[in-house]
């Protein structure tokens, strides 16, 4: 039996967000990460696992859509540019997406700091600038 179109991205999409926050067996990623790039790309509220508040609902100057900024290069990558208008309004599916890229960006880099700054910069990216973003993202990903 082959399954359509519509259902295989649902089916993606959910599993992604029931597995995007293990990149192994015990290793989460950690909210900061989460509230922090949210924060700091549209100065919106993420606490206790949900986006409390969507602000800023603008596009970046490269395109970038959601909550979390997301590039449509990275989409591209995801294999999921289809779903960046879906992307702009969901901001569950946004979430799910940014996910996935934060995981390749940690199992490339082996430590969050460095897979925040791929996240901003890409794989090679200006260095400066990301680790710059980092800790932007983690400053602000920690206030209470």
Same mark, same amino acid.
């Given at each position: 039996m082959r399954l359509s179109h519509p259902f295989l991205i649902?089916?993606?999409?959910a599993a992604t967000v029931i597995n995007a926050?293990?990149?192994?067996?015990?290793?989460?990623?950690?909210?900061?990460?989460?509230?922090?790039?949210?924060? !700091?790309?549209?100065g919106s509220?993420?606490?206790?696992? =949900?986006? &409390? #508040?969507?602000?800023?609902r603008r596009d970046g100057a490269d395109g970038e859509v959601g909550p979390w900024q997301i590039?449509?290069?990275?989409?591209?990558?995801?294999? !999921?540019?289809?779903?960046?208008?879906?992307?702009?309004? =969901?901001? &569950? #599916?946004a979430e799910?997406?940014?996910r996935a890229w934060l995981l390749r960006c940690y199992r490339r880099a082996g430590d969050w700091n460095?897979?925040?700054a791929i996240y901003h910069t890409g794989p090679a990216g200006d260095h400066r600038r990301g680790?710059?973003?980092a800790e932007r993202v983690f400053a602000v990903?920690?206030?209470p």
């Open positions: 649902a089916a993606l999409a926050s293990e990149v192994g067996p015990h290793v989460p990623i950690p909210d900061w990460v989460i509230a922090g790039i949210a924060a !700091v790309e549209t509220t993420y606490r206790s696992g =949900e986006l &409390v #508040l969507y602000r800023n590039s449509p290069s990275v989409l591209q990558d995801l294999g !999921v540019s289809h779903l960046l208008e879906r992307i702009r309004s =969901e901001p &569950v #599916l799910s997406m940014t460095v897979a925040v680790r710059d973003y990903g920690n206030l």
